[in-house]
Structures are given as structure tokens and as C-alpha cells.
């Protein structure tokens, strides 16, 4: 039954920036300025589902696939509470707790990643949810640890932010220097996020410059 529940769960993404030596955060909040271009392309990337899971079905009743977003219980509380439940995306929150601030009925909440997932495939099996589209883990550093843990994570969307930036959290793998992980060329960055990527970007935030770069590696 437990090898039935897990095939049942789709590849997952994690999507996460970091800095040249790992790191995420700093007192739980991004270690950078907040940098604009960056948001608006973990929305879109997050939002978009590829057409190969798109429903085409005739039937008016057919739920369209949505993304969802797997977070971690601090990952929600960092979100404006009039931004969350993020938009257009299931959102699922990991947590001990089942009561969680500013959460409806639309959010799911789980004490793991592959229950969560399991329940929402089950339920969109039975009409009672929208098929799942790609599901992204979004934070934090031990949401990412258990989903790397997972045989289904497949692939890492990084942003690697340029500088120096004081952190005390990190994310749990170093792409660069794991063999199990292969950066992909832009061609393959483009196909996964179904647009033409612009790799190295800048903003200028308070009079200061921050760049950053785009990258996607897959485990091999």
C-alpha cells in the first residue's frame, strides 16, 4: 500500500536562490534586498503549467491541472498575509500543527511532503481537486532536506544571488560539488520553464546592484 502511495507522487522541484556558498536566509527572511525580477519569475515558473498536463478535455466539469507549492509552516508565516495562500497554486504547508494562521480550506495541511501529495493525487483521482500539475517545494532549508530525501525530487531551479551576503541558513545541498546533480544548458532551462530565460540578470535595489543568474540542474 505505502509503494502504491508513493508512485502516486509526482516528480518534484524544489525551487530556492541562494548565494555563492548556499545560503538562503538570514533571522528567516531572505539575506538580499527584495529583488523584483526574481519574484516575478518564481510566480510565473510556480503558475505555469506545462501543456503536456494540460486537461483536453470536452466535459465543462473537468477541473483544470494547477501547480502546487509545497512549504514549510515558517516559509507561510514569511508571506504577507495578503499575498498568501499564494494565487493560481495549491498550496500545501508541512506542519505538526493542523491550525495554521490565515489558512482556509483551500490549503493543505500535512505532516509530510509524500502524505500531502498522496492525499491531493487521491483526491484529484476522484474529481475532488484539481489534477495535479508540477508540484515546486518553495522552503525552507528542512522542507527542502525531506523532499531531497524523496526518490521523486528530480530537479532544482536555483538562483545564484552574486556577493557577499551574511546568512544563517543553507540549503542543504551543494549542487556544484554533489555528483548527483548535472546542470542543464539554456536550452534545457527554456524547455522547463516554457520561456525564453534571460540567465544573468541585474536589479539595482536601494542604490545597490545585486546579480544574480538562473540555472536548473537535474538529478542524474
Known sequence: MAAAA???????????ATTAKNGIGKNGTLPWPM????MAY???????????????????????????VVMGRKTWESIPPKFRPLPQRTNVVIS??????????????????SSALSSLAAKAKEGN??????????GGAAIYKQALDMEQAKDILLTRVKGEWDCDTDFPVDVEAEQGWQRREKEGLDEFTGEDVEEIQEEEVKGEKVRYEFRLYERV
Open 6 to 16: 508513493a508512485t502516486s507522487i509526482p516528480p518534484l522541484t524544489l525551487i530556492v
Open 129 to 138: 481537486a484539481a489534477p495535479l500539475g508540477r508540484v515546486f517545494v518553495i
Open 35 to 38: 529583488l523584483k525580477k526574481e
Open 96 to 113: 505538526r500543527s493542523s491550525k495554521l494562521e490565515g489558512a482556509g480550506d483551500d490549503v493543505v495541511i500535512s505532516d509530510s511532503i
Open 42 to 68: 518564481f510566480a510565473r515558473i510556480t503558475k505555469r503549467v506545462p501543456s503536456s498536463t494540460t486537461s483536453t478535455s470536452s466535459d465543462p466539469t473537468t477541473q483544470a491541472p494547477q501547480n502546487v
